[in-house]
């Protein structure tokens, strides 16, 4: 799970201990961005081209800004918590509760693998 990643000259993770996005330049001091209980609990961050896309208990959401803002792409349980992301060429791959599924249409529909 990338619960750590680098974004442009900053690193971001999740502190799963508060379920905030968090940031630093030099890794060793780290500076809350967001946290909130809308989106639910944090589980894997991915890059997207540009954007952040993080994969919640409540669906898969996307930064633009890198986290300070954030915006539901899928929010559902239709197909389970999703807990895990990966890009994969132009396809966005997610591992859920209910299994395996790929979104060719950067996460806003999803086909069970």
């Known amino acids: 799970m990338a619960q750590l990643l680098q974004y442009g000259a900053e690193m971001l993770r999740i502190n ?3 379920n905030a996005i ?3 330049r030099d890794g060793r001091n ?4 967001f946290s909130s209980q809308c989106y639910g609990t ?6 997207v081209g540009p954007d952040v896309y993080a994969a ?13 803002n954030w915006t539901g792409k899928y929010i559902g349980s239709s197909y389970g918590t999703f807990q895990t992301l990966m890009l994969r060429g132009t396809e ?6 209910k ?3 790929v979104s060719k ?6 086909m069970k693998r």
Do not use: M
């Open 42 to 47: 944090f589980f894997d961050l991915c890059l």
């Open 22 to 24: 968090e940031y630093s």
């Open 16 to 18: 799963p201990s508060n």
């Open 30 to 33: 780290w500076t809350r961005r």
């Open 56 to 68: 919640t208990q409540k669906g898969v959401i996307f930064s633009h800004d890198g986290g300070r």
């Open 99 to 101: 299994g395996t599924y």
């Open 105 to 110: 249409d950067g996460g806003r529909n999803w």
């Open 92 to 97: 966005l791959w997610a591992q859920t509760t």
